[in-house]
């Protein structure tokens, strides 16, 4: 693990509620997948290639949704107001400065529009996505679309891997259920169906489908990114369904507790998305040479999602920043070292299973 992100970790679980930082940190059943999705990567390795780098590298990413100065955005993590005061807002400073886009959740402690202000303060460009679970009452997921709309978010993130809620052993022993008095889903406020004033609870349904997808197509223009995507065929379902792009991801370990590391699942993606979307990744990245390691297998760019709340719990915004420009720099030194000039030099050759040889 990056150094940085590493010694921020050790800070946040300091100052952290212990079982806020549980809620962080943990995953679903014995937190075997969460181990995986870091292990599978230290499983790999990279086979550099020599005498062909350049001076200065260029780490740009263009995206449906924004163009990213380095192939790393923040995925949508719930309730940063349990970190730090400032919340989603100095999560959304810190990536606006970074030049990268910030994923920001249905369940944010601070309401989307606020949260598109607090980066657009940084960077009038700045680009900020909007993750949602498609709501079974449909007029709640229109009224959160047309928000995201209005507060200029400029693309929307549909998680599809969470048909029910993930059993979380760690919050079942704290007794955490519910938000501290004072933080609430700000973007669950006065939804339809919620009392006046009020929030409704975010609800799923395993009988949500492709046909919801679809009206969710139908209702914007908004690109439309599919997260927590793992099986190949899902993969070619989304694309045939017109997404912009899929997200390999197993929601960080916290959803369906046998299911492989997102590293493991996403070769088979890029080759059954076959170049006509982009497919990104979050899980277990923790350092430059995780990013590296994605990219070369398909991902256009990679989300983290715990190292930016470790971040956040041991230093706001600036800790933030300290995760992103950690990983910016790390990815930079490792392209050179793989003989790199751009990200698409970073190949799936490079790749290599560690301890095996090569061949
Ligand atoms: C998440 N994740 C998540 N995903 C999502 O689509 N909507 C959400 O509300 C949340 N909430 C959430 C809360 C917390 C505390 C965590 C740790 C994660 C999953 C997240 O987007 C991402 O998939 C993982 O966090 C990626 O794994 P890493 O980077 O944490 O290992």
Known sequence: MSTVLSELHDEARAVLDPAHYDYYAGGVGDEAVLGENEAAFRRLALLPRVLRGAETRDLAVDLPGGRLALPVLVSPTAFHRLAHPDGERATARAAAAAGTVLVSGVASTVAIAEVVAAARAVDPGASVWFQLYPHPDEDVTACLVRRAERAGCAALVVTADSPVFGRHRRDAEHGFHD??????????????????GGTRDIAMSPAVSWAHLDRLRELTALPLWLKGVLHPRDAVLAVEHGVAGVVVSNHGGRQCDVVPAAVEALPAVVDAVAGRVPVLLDGGVRGGGDVAV??????????????????LAAAGETGVA??????????????????????????????????????
């Open 179 to 196: 938000l501290p008095a004072g933080l609430a889903a700000e973007n669950m406020r006065d939804v339809p169906g919620a009392p006046p």
């Open 294 to 311: 994605a990219l070369a297998l398909g991902a256009a760019a990679v989300g983290v999602g715990r190292p930016v709340l470790w971040g």
């Open 322 to 359: 300290r995760v992103l420009d950690a990983l910016r720099d790390e990815v930079d030194h490792v392209l050179a070292l793989c003989g790199g000039r751009d990200l698409a030099d970073l190949t799936r050759d490079l790749v290599v299973p560690r301890g095996a040889g090569v061949s």
